[in-house]
């Protein structure tokens, strides 16, 4: 017969107690670091539209940089990298490309996004709105050079998404740039396996009209799309990169962001899924001065998502 001993039991009971308050207060820290970057930090900058990516086990975010005295979006000219290895500790690495040094890029110069492939990093960025530009690295900070002369095509927030074969994709919105059908709306092209032509046409991918801030996940083999549409976020799910028939929209992802338009990125990160946005209404930010943010997300068993619900440091 099995002898019960209560001071053991006490004790058990009181470390998986222990253990369950910790990994709460390690959860409400993971999701409450916001913003990632502080206006009392050493080289702050204004990091909005924030594009991360997962290389080599660390977060990379990439970001447009709204400057000090901003009131427009005009003045919007160089990228920011941002790096963590545990969504903690943050390293700015600061301006790390400012495409105006190039002989052929000049004006607006709004939401990036990155790629690997065959050993380059690519990072894609508009400039005079919707013309993109690409430069490539062999580090995913940097230094980067120019990978083309000229636009290699003409689109809205540009974001690039390379899929488990290897098969590259760019995707936007169409609201700025005449392409099919009118209106704007999700639309996506393949890449050539050199990461700078299209591979193809332009293909509408919903139904619905969209404003901007076009990304694209994969989760389980669903393909997720998601894009600003007035002042919230919503997503459709696929079964493909390309679907033919239109992605189906599932609803409202998150809301308007806090004094900003939003622009989000989705990343799966040490086997968690976080939501990257940005806002401004910190760091005495404005409408036209954003800081870059992240929460967790979850999804349900049909593979929905739980809509985002934003969070500050507390």
Same mark, same amino acid.
């Given at each position: ?8 039991? @006490? =004790?058990?009971?009181? @470390? ?8 709460? @207060?390690?959860?409400? *820290? ?21 594009? &991360?990516?997962?290389? =080599? ?15 427009? *979006?005009?003045?919007?000219?160089? /990228?920011?990298?941002? !790096?963590? +290895?545990? @969504? ?16 052929? #890029?000049?004006?607006?110069? =709004?939401?990036?996004?990155? &790629? ?5 990093? *690519? ?22 050079? !120019? ?30 740039? =005449?392409?099919?059908?009118?209106? #704007?709306?999700?639309?996506? &092209? ?21 404003? !901007? ?11 997720? %799309? ?20 239109? +992605? ?5 992802? +998150? ?21 990257? /946005? ?20 979850? %999804? ?15």
């Amino acid at each position: 017969m099995t002898r019960y001993n209560m001071k053991n039991g @006490l =004790n058990i009971l009181s @470390l998986r107690t222990i253990t369950l308050v910790c990994m709460v @207060l390690i959860t409400q *820290y993971i999701t409450a670091q916001n913003p990632i970057l502080k206006d009392s930090d050493t080289g702050f900058v204004y990091a909005a539209d924030p594009a &991360a990516e997962v290389f =080599n086990d660390k977060v990379y975010v990439y970001c447009s940089r709204d400057v000090e005295n901003a009131v427009s *979006y005009s003045t919007m000219q160089d /990228y920011v990298i941002l !790096e963590s +290895a545990d @969504l903690d500790k943050w390293i700015n690495h600061g301006v790390v490309l400012k495409p105006r040094a190039y002989s052929w #890029a000049d004006g607006q110069m =709004n939401a990036p996004d990155a &790629a690997y492939k065959n050993g380059w990093y *690519y990072l894609y960025f508009p400039y005079n709105k919707t013309d993109i530009g690409v430069a490539k690295s062999k580090s995913p900070i940097g230094p980067w050079e !120019e990978a083309v002369t000229d636009k290699i095509t003409t689109i809205f927030d540009p974001t690039v998404f390379v899929d488990d074969d290897g098969q590259a994709y760019i995707y936007g919105n169409d609201h700025k740039v =005449n392409i099919g059908a009118p209106g #704007a709306h999700i639309m996506g &092209a393949k890449l050539k396996d050199n990461m700078v032509e299209l591979d193809g046409p332009w293909i509408r991918l919903s139904e619905e009209t969209v404003s !901007e801030a076009v990304h694209i996940f994969k989760r389980n083999d669903i393909y997720y %799309f998601s894009a600003r549409v007035g002042p919230v976020t919503k997503y459709w799910m696929a079964d493909s990169a390309l679907p033919k028939h239109y +992605a189906t929209l599932k609803g409202e992802l +998150a809301p308007n962001a806090p004094d900003a338009p939003n622009h989000t990125s989705v990343i799966e990160f040490k086997n968690e899924w976080y939501f990257l /946005y940005h806002r401004g209404d910190v760091n005495n930010g404005s409408f036209h001065k954003r800081s870059a943010c992240f929460e967790k997300m979850s %999804f349900r068993e049909d593979g929905t998502i739980v809509p985002i619900e934003y969070s500050l440091e507390q």
